[in-house]
C-alpha cells in the first residue's frame, strides 16, 4: 500500500503541474502541422511550405513526435496534451524509481522525488514539448543498461529497435547513443564485459540510417548536435548571466547529490587510493559527470542530470540520511500535505486550456485574420509557428522555431538585428514583409511607431500589428473578440488541410 501510495501521489502532483502551464510550447503548432501532413496527408514534409524566406530540405527529426501529438489531439481533444505530458514525465519517474530498485529495496522517500521532480519542471512543463520522448527513451535506456549489468544481457536487443523508433521521433536519440559509449568505457575501466555494449552502440547507430531522408538525416543530427545557438535562451548555460538567479531548484539538487557524493568518497578515503579507485563505479562517475557538464552548460539539458542522479545517488543519499532519527509520523505528515495541496489545486482553480494572452500575439492574430490583411508576415521567432498554424494559406512566415530544420544560418542573426533595431533594413529591404507583429518591448517598436512607412493598426496589452502605410486605407477593421471561450474552443482551428 506504502508503495501504491507513492506513486499516486507522485502521478497527481505532476498531473497539478502539468495542468497549471499558462499557454502551450511555441514549437507545438509546427509539430501539429507536420503530424497532419503524415497522417491526413499521407507523406512525412521534406519541404517547408510556409515561410516566405529562402528554406532547405526540412530535415524534421521530430516528426514522429507531431504524428504522437497530432494523433492525440484528433482523436482526443486538446486536453489529452496535457495528460500525455504528465503521464509521460511521470513515466520518466515511474522508470527512474525501477532502476533504484535495482540496487536496493530500500523504500522510495517522496520528499526527494518531489525535490528531483521540482528540480528539473522549469523545463519539462511546457506543454507538450518533443524532448519529453527523449528523456523518456533515455531514462528506459538506463533501466535496460542497469539490468544488463545484473547478468540480463539477453534484453539488450531491445536498444536498437528502440532507437529506431526513437529516431524517427526525436533527434535527442544521439544522447541513448551517447549514453552506449559511456557504458563501454565505463564497464572497461571497471574491467568487466563491454563488448556487447559496444555491438549494441554499432547495431544502434545503423538504425539511424532508417528514416525518410536516409544518410543525410544522420548527416544532419550531427551537424544540428553540434551548432552554437547563441541567440536561443533555453541553451544558455544555467551559471550564465541571463540563469544565474534563476532554476535555484536545480541547482539546489546539484548541490544537494554532489555533496552526498563527496561526503561518502570522504568516508572511504581511510582506505588506499588503489582500493577506492577499484571499487568505484567508472561507469556511475562518468555518467554522472557527463550529464553535470551537460546541464551546466545547457539549461535545455538538465533533465539528463536529474534523471542519473535521481537513479544513481539515491541510495547513496539514503544511506548517509538513514540514522538520523526523526519522528515516525514524518511520511503521515508529508503525504498529508502533499494530498492537501492537490486537492485544493483541483478544487480551486477553474482548469481549461492553456490560450497564452501573456505569451502568445493571440488577439493579434486574430485581428489579421478576420481583416483578411493576405501577405508576408514578420513576427518574432517564437511565434512564427504560431501564426503559421493561424493564418495559412491567408499569410506566410518569415521563419518560426524549426531553426536548423528548415532554415539556413543567417536567418536568426538578421531576425535579432532587426528586433534590436540595429540593422533593422536588412530585413526590410531584402525580406520584405507586408505584416509585422512587434512586442512593445523591443527598440524596433518605436522605430516603427516613428516611421513613415510603417501604421500601427492594431494595438493589444503585449504585441501591434504594424502594415504599410499605403497600404491602409483608413477602413473600419473588424476587432478581435473579448471572449475567453472563442479562444479557447478555436485554439487548435487551422485552415491548413492536407485532404484537399
Known amino acids: 500500500m506504502r508503495k501504491y501510495l507513492f506513486y499516486v501521489a507522485l502521478f497527481l502532483l505532476i498531473l497539478v503541474f502539468s495542468m497549471n502551464v499558462g499557454s502551450f510550447d511555441a514549437d507545438l503548432w509546427a509539430r501539429l502541422i507536420a503530424g497532419m501532413g503524415v497522417i491526413d496527408g499521407g507523406h512525412v514534409l521534406t519541404q517547408d511550405f510556409l515561410s516566405y524566406t529562402p528554406t532547405h530540405t526540412w530535415y524534421d527529426h521530430e516528426w514522429g513526435s507531431g504524428v504522437i501529438f497530432y494523433l492525440f489531439l484528433k482523436y482526443f481533444g486538446a486536453y489529452s496534451l496535457i495528460l500525455l505530458q504528465a503521464v509521460m514525465i511521470?513515466?520518466?519517474?515511474f522508470i527512474i524509481t525501477?532502476?533504484?530498485e535495482l540496487k536496493s529495496q530500500k523504500p522510495h522517500n517522496?520528499?526527494?522525488y518531489i525535490f528531483a521532480v521540482m528540480a528539473v519542471l522549469p523545463t519539462l512543463n511546457n506543454p507538450i514539448r518533443c524532448h519529453?520522448?527523449?528523456?523518456?527513451?533515455?531514462?528506459l535506456f538506463l533501466y535496460i543498461l542497469e539490468k544488463v549489468r545484473l547478468g540480463h544481457k539477453k534484453i539488450l536487443f531491445l536498444i536498437p529497435i528502440i532507437t529506431l523508433f526513437w529516431g524517427n521521433i526525436h533527434g535527442?536519440?544521439?544522447s541513448g547513443i551517447g549514453l552506449l559509449l559511456i557504458y563501454t568505457l565505463g564497464e572497461f575501466l571497471n574491467?568487466?564485459?563491454f563488448k556487447e555494449y559496444l555491438i549494441t552502440f554499432f547495431a544502434s547507430t545503423i538504425t539511424l540510417f532508417i528514416n525518410p531522408w536516409g544518410i543525410d538525416y544522420v548527416k544532419f543530427l550531427i551537424m544540428a548536435n553540434s551548432m552554437q545557438r547563441p541567440y536561443i535562451v533555453e541553451w544558455y548555460g544555467i551559471f550564465s548571466k541571463f540563469y544565474f538567479t534563476k532554476h535555484l531548484v536545480f541547482k539546489a539538487f546539484i548541490l544537494t547529490t554532489m555533496t552526498a557524493e563527496v561526503i561518502l568518497f570522504i568516508k572511504n578515503t581511510k582506505n588506499s587510493f588503489s582500493e577506492i579507485y577499484t571499487k568505484t563505479d567508472k561507469t556511475k562517475v562518468l555518467?554522472?559527470?557527463?550529464?553535470?557538464?551537460?546541464?551546466?552548460i545547457h539549461l535545455k539539458l538538465i533533465p539528463f542530470f536529474a534523471i542519473c542522479a535521481t537513479c544513481f545517488v539515491y541510495n547513496d543519499f539514503y544511506e548517509l540520511v538513514k540514522d538520523i532519527k526523526l519522528p515516525e509520523w514524518k511520511d503521515k505528515c508529508i503525504y498529508t500535505l502533499l494530498f492537501i495541496f492537490i486537492t485544493l489545486s483541483f478544487l480551486t482553480k477553474d482548469y481549461s486550456l492553456p490560450?497564452?494572452?501573456?505569451?502568445?500575439?493571440?488577439?493579434?492574430?486574430e485581428f489579421i485574420k478576420n481583416n483578411k490583411l493576405s501577405g508576408n508576415i514578420l513576427t518574432n521567432f517564437g511565434f512564427g509557428s504560431y501564426a503559421a498554424y493561424k493564418l495559412y494559406p491567408q499569410n506566410k512566415i518569415f521563419m518560426d522555431g524549426r531553426y536548423e530544420e528548415v532554415y539556413y544560418d543567417y536567418m536568426v542573426p538578421i531576425l535579432k538585428e532587426f528586433f534590436l533595431n540595429t540593422n533593422p533594413q536588412l530585413i526590410l529591404t531584402n525580406f520584405k514583409p507586408d505584416i509585422m507583429i512587434i512586442e512593445h518591448d523591443y527598440p524596433i517598436y518605436n522605430a516603427l511607431m516613428k516611421s513613415d512607412n510603417w501604421k500601427e493598426i492594431f494595438t493589444g496589452k503585449l504585441f501591434s500589428v504594424f502594415i504599410k502605410k499605403e497600404k491602409d486605407k483608413n477602413k473600419k477593421y473588424i476587432q478581435p473578440t473579448n471572449d475567453m471561450d472563442y479562444y479557447k474552443n478555436s485554439l487548435f482551428t487551422t485552415d491548413i488541410n492536407f485532404k484537399l
Do not use: R
Open 172 to 174: 535527442g536519440v544521439v
Open 132 to 139: 519529453l520522448f527523449s528523456f523518456l527513451f533515455f531514462t
Open 287 to 296: 555518467l554522472l559527470l557527463t550529464t553535470l557538464y551537460l546541464g551546466i
Open 110 to 112: 517522496i520528499a526527494f
Open 90 to 93: 511521470f513515466g520518466i519517474f
Open 191 to 193: 574491467k568487466k564485459s
Open 98 to 100: 525501477k532502476t533504484v
Open 355 to 365: 490560450v497564452g494572452f501573456d505569451k502568445y500575439p493571440v488577439k493579434e492574430v
